[in-house]
C-alpha cells in the first residue's frame, strides 16, 4: 500500500511541473518583448527553484520508499524545500515594485494580483516545509535516544 501512495504522489509532481515547464518553454518567451529583462530573468529563476523544490520531493518519496523517512536526508530535503519557497517568495516580493508601473499604465491591478498569490502560495509550502522539518528532527532524536535506551 505504501508503494502505491509514493507512485500517486510521483504522478502527481509530475503533473505539477508540467503546466509549469510548458509555460516557460511556449509561454514566458512570447512576452520578451513586452516584459523588462530582469521581470523575465526573476520568472526563469523562480521556475529554476520551483523545479528544485519538486526534485526534492521526488527525492523525499523515495526516502520513504526505502524506509530511510526518519533520517537525516529527509531533514535536509525538507530544509531545500523550505529555502526554495522563502527564496520564490523574496523574488516574487521583489518584482512587485517593478511591476506596480505596468499595472498602473495599463490600468491592470490583477496583474499585481499573480505575485501576491504565489508569494502567498510559496510562503505557505516553506512553513508547513519548516514545520515538518522539526517534527522529523524531533522524532528522530527521540528514536536515537531510544535506541540508546536498548
Do not use: H
Not at 524545500?81 to 495599463?106: C, E
Amino acid at each position: 500500500m505504501k508503494q502505491w501512495s509514493t507512485i500517486i504522489l510521483r504522478i502527481a509532481v509530475i503533473f505539477i511541473a508540467m503546466p509549469v515547464l510548458a509555460l516557460c518553454i511556449f509561454w514566458l518567451p512570447g512576452f520578451i518583448n513586452y516584459l523588462p529583462f530582469p521581470i523575465i530573468i526573476s520568472v526563469y529563476v523562480t521556475a529554476i527553484c520551483f523545479f528544485f523544490a519538486l526534485y526534492q520531493a521526488l527525492k523525499l518519496l523515495s526516502y520513504i520508499d526505502k524506509n530511510k523517512a526518519f533520517s537525516e536526508l529527509s531533514v535536509n530535503a525538507l530544509k531545500n524545500i523550505k529555502y526554495s519557497g522563502i527564496t520564490i517568495s523574496i523574488i516574487y516580493a521583489g518584482l512587485l515594485l517593478p511591476l506596480y508601473p505596468i499595472a498602473d499604465a495599463d490600468d491592470a491591478p490583477g496583474l499585481l494580483a499573480f505575485p501576491l498569490i504565489i508569494i502567498f502560495a510559496s510562503c505557505t509550502i516553506a512553513v508547513f516545509a519548516a514545520v515538518l522539518q522539526k517534527l522529523l528532527k524531533e522524532a528522530i532524536d527521540i528514536k536515537s535516544e531510544n535506541d540508546l535506551t536498548v
